[in-house]
């Protein structure tokens, strides 16, 4: 259906229906036309030819006064008076009738019979059709010719007409997906008449340039906001490691410092992965080819301890199979962080579970669950599950953003024992 809807194809199907119905018609009313032509024709000659034959004969009654005509057979008989007349023919009254007879050569034939009744004769005129069907036959052969020609040529016009008049959108539609890939606007107005299309290229040109201006916004103001905040952090994280240096701290002062050092780490790794969406770049570890996904998660892990608080939930991390990915550890900790998060968050107590290997990370919690139709709906940005408080919902979201950038995937499902079960598959290539 999707090639139907294209208004080249439309343009190609209207020409060649309008051609073939054109033909069509043409050809029905000339069949018509000859038909009632013919007939009326073969009628008033048959008729006329038989007032004529009566004429003849009154003008000469003698029995061997003969009257030859091609194609005609005449017969003519006193009133009343039908015992050497074909047995067929005796029944018609005066009129014109279509009849079928053996011919000289044995096969049946088709005729037309005249018969005229007066008081004093009875005439019959047979005339021969065979030759008017075998001309019939060949009139429909021509026609049906005529109609495959027409149609066929129709056909052509119309592809030939579609590519002139779709020209100009298929070349506007050739500089917009170049100017897609290139990814450097340019005005396309000044490619187009002045004409429908180009004022679609006019519309477009506004367009891109509006959405241009947007986009250059949106990257600068990432730009800055990355970099105002990066100031920030830095002197927090500075500040942070020299109060650590401190010998006269306290246990507890040092913990809170080092919550302090985890959350301005998990802040700049949020900076980099939001960086990275907003401009749609896919880049590549900036410490090796590759990323320890093993150590990433060891030390998410850890950052997301304080929101297991007191509760009694007991916390394992399986290595099955050494696992690497060539993305920055920003953004796997990032995507690590909102999945291992939620399960400290919403599990109040029991187990969570984190699995890493053959490709994937799997984090399994024993908390409250989510339903299998919210599954799918919870990477929606600002969608929350029914079973869990309060939030904006843009976490799972953020985690989806990435996966899409990087070829990974995610998902959501109940676990069957109780709670959720969150996958984090990555690219192997």
Partial sequence: MRY?????????????????GLTALFAAATIYLRARLEDQLINNTLQRELKNFVDFKRDNPDPNALWGMSLYDAVIVRA????TLPLTWQKFDSGVYDIEEIGREGKNRPYRLAVYKDADYW???????????????????????????????????????????????????????????????????????????????????????????????????????????????SVIASTTELLQGSPDLSDKLRERLKRIERAVRQSSELIDALLLLSRRERQ?????????????VEQVVDAQRPHLANKPV???????????????SSV????????????????????VIVTVGYGRVTVEDSGPGINAEDA?????????GTTVGKGGGLGLAIVRRLCDLYGWKVSLAPRPQGGATATLEFDRS
């Fill in 376 to 384: 799918e709906k919870l990477f929606e940005r600002g969608v929350r």
């Fill in 80 to 83: 009343g008076r039908s015992a």
């Fill in 284 to 296: 590549a570890p900036t410490d090796g080819d590759s990323t320890d996904v093993a150590r990433i």
């Fill in 332 to 351: 796997v900790a990032v995507a690590l962080s909102n999945l291992i998060g939620n399960a400290f968050k919403y599990t109040p107590a029991g187990e």
């Fill in 123 to 233: 005439a019959y005129l047979r005339f021969d059709l065979s030759t008017q069907k075998l001309n019939e036959r060949q009139l429909l052969t021509a026609l049906g010719a005529a109609v495959f020609l027409f149609a066929i040529f129709s056909l052509v016009i119309g592809f030939w007409l579609s590519a002139r008049v779709m020209s100009p959108v298929i070349a506007l539609a050739r500089r917009v997906r170049a100017m897609s890939r290139s990814g450097q606007p340019e005005l396309l107005k000044k490619h187009f008449a002045d004409d429908e299309v180009g004022e679609l290229a006019s519309v477009l040109d506004d367009y891109s340039t509006r959405l241009t201006e947007i986009v250059q916004r949106d990257r600068e103001f990432n730009a800055d906001v990355s970099h105002e905040l990066r100031t920030p952090l």
């Fill in 314 to 328: 007991e916390v394992r991390v399986e290595i099955d199979q050494p696992l690497a990915t060539a993305a920055p």
């Fill in 4 to 20: 139907r809807r294209r208004l080249r194809s439309r343009i190609i199907i209207s020409f060649a229906l309008f051609g073939l």
